[in-house]
């Protein structure tokens, strides 16, 4: 004679052992997932502390930028090329010196990064610049598709506003 309790447990224990042997690969790739683009953010910035250009190789060409709050830079960008030059550039062509990343934290789960740090430099006129910042992140293939800025949008405004830009 049969016992339905021991086969419906077994037969409970067999689908819960396939769905662990069916899971198990996407499961496994998420911590690589993770580690992978939060390393490609924490080197990007890196770079830029030393010097470089925390976009080179890790914003898409196709990148979406968006920087919420109001005023002239606030918006959405569709494009590497447009959010650096329309964003990016009136505010560093104003700057004497570089703009130094100080990161406070990255936290990266899966496709998605945040990095929150503060950024100072000195402006054309001989001023301080200085700005905290919330990036978030959509990675896909190692680069950014997807960005979001929070940062104190008036003390930009003011940069750009009251100074020269560099010429070259």
Same mark, same amino acid.
């Given at each position: 004679?049969?016992?339905? &309790? =021991?086969?419906?447990?077994? $037969? ?6 396939? !769905?662990?042997? *069916?899971? %198990? @690969? ?14 490609? &953010? =924490?080197?990007?910035?890196? $770079? ?6 925390? !976009?080179?190789? *890790?914003? %898409? @060409? ?107």
């Amino acid at each position: 004679m049969r016992n339905p &309790v =021991r086969n419906t447990a077994l $037969r409970s224990m067999l689908h819960a052992g396939a !769905f662990a042997v *069916l899971a %198990a @690969p996407a499961l496994a790739d998420q911590p690589d997932t993770t580690a992978r683009n939060e390393a490609l &953010v =924490r080197a990007a910035f890196d $770079r830029w502390a030393t010097g470089g250009s925390v !976009f080179d190789g *890790l914003l %898409a @060409p196709d990148v979406r930028w968006t920087i919420h709050g109001s005023g002239p830079v606030a918006g959405t960008y569709e494009s590497r090329d447009s959010f650096v030059e329309d964003a990016s550039v009136p505010l560093f062509s104003r700057l004497s010196s570089p703009l130094v990343p100080d990161v406070h934290a990255i936290w990266a789960v899966e496709d998605t990064v945040i990095v929150r740090f503060d950024g100072a430099a000195t402006t054309t006129s001989g001023a301080a610049y200085e700005n905290q910042f919330v990036w978030i992140f959509r990675m896909e293939h190692g680069q950014v598709v997807e960005a979001e800025a929070f940062l104190d949008l008036v003390a930009y405004q003011q940069v750009v506003e009251n100074n020269e830009p560099v010429t070259e």
